[in-house]
């Protein structure tokens, strides 16, 4: 008995020893942290989505108060988010043009070939790694849904086997491009309107083959736009969205219809009275 009670005593005594040493250590390196990354914290979305290229808010916080992020890092946060920010730093917020979320393909079930049916692990990632990946155009979107796992705001959903993004509730974090095994996703200015939605580098007559809509570096779209904001890269055209100014006269020549020009209005297609009656 008494073995035990010297033991129990013996441990008692040693954590202690123990717990005065770690609380003295702990005085002797504390660290102060600046409290307004503990109040930027607190007006961060919390998303922890990595969209400002940092491992969460709380470290996006720390940078912003180090002065190695803008008050506007954050894209989940929006302005709003920015404004406060600015007031606890005591700088002006400025402005962060809005960004959204692109896919840069539109071939899908409906365009794009396929060299062979896939039965495997239904990723993007797994898809992309077995035989030059099932698709016939390299850069066709696999349509798996790897981003669509990957949107903590319910942004992206694939739709005909094409990731189409939401830009009503798309934040910019960059989690469903991260997440893209092809590249085919990047961010563009919100306001943006007319684009190229094809990332091929094939030659024409490759590409022809691979996708009934598919980019075929023809040029014409370069020839017509007014502003010079159309280049052709490897058989593939881009646009310069500094320089467009989403007049969209690029799309009326496209010989494919590939160009998107979102501004355009809808034709409803008139029904005959064949049809009528």
């Not at 180090?66 to 005591?90: F, R, S, Y």
């Not at 898809?127 to 850069?139: E, L, Q, R």
């Not at 563009?188 to 094809?198: H, L, T």
Request: hydrophobic letters at 40%; aromatic letters at 6%.
């Amino acid at each position: 008995m008494m073995n035990i009670i010297y033991a129990v005593a013996v441990l008692g005594i040693l954590g202690g020893v123990f717990g005065a040493v770690l609380a003295f250590a702990a005085k002797i390196f504390y660290v102060e942290q600046d409290e307004r990354i503990d109040q930027i914290v607190a007006v961060l979305p919390g998303a922890n989505c990595g969209g400002c290229g940092y491992a969460g808010c709380s470290n996006c916080a720390s940078e912003i108060v180090a002065g190695n992020a803008k008050i506007t890092a954050c894209p989940v946060g929006g302005a709003e988010c920015h404004a406060k920010i600015a007031e606890i730093m005591g700088v002006e917020a400025g402005s962060a043009e809005k960004m959204v979320a692109h896919v840069y393909c539109c071939g899908g079930d409906k365009n794009a070939k396929k060299k062979y049916n896939y039965d495997g692990l239904k990723t993007c990632d797994a898809a992309n790694k077995v035989a030059g990946t099932p698709m016939a155009c390299p850069s066709a979107c696999l349509g798996y849904g790897s981003c669509v796992a990957a949107c903590k705001f319910d942004a992206i959903h694939v739709v005909d086997g094409v990731a189409v993004v939401d830009t009503d509730k798309c934040v910019a974090c960059g989690a469903c491009a991260a997440a893209c095994p092809k590249g085919l996703i990047d961010m563009v200015p919100a306001k943006q309107m007319v684009f190229i939605k094809c990332n091929n580098t094939q030659k024409g007559t490759d590409t022809r083959t691979a996708c009934d809509i598919g980019c075929i570096g023809c040029t014409l779209c370069a020839k017509k736009c007014p502003k010079e904001a159309i280049t052709i890269t490897n058989f593939l055209a881009k646009i310069d969205y500094s320089k467009c100014v989403n007049c969209g006269l690029c799309a009326t020549v496209c010989p494919r219809k590939l160009i998107v020009n979102l501004r355009a209005p809808k034709i409803e297609t008139p029904v005959s009275e064949e049809v009528k009656a």
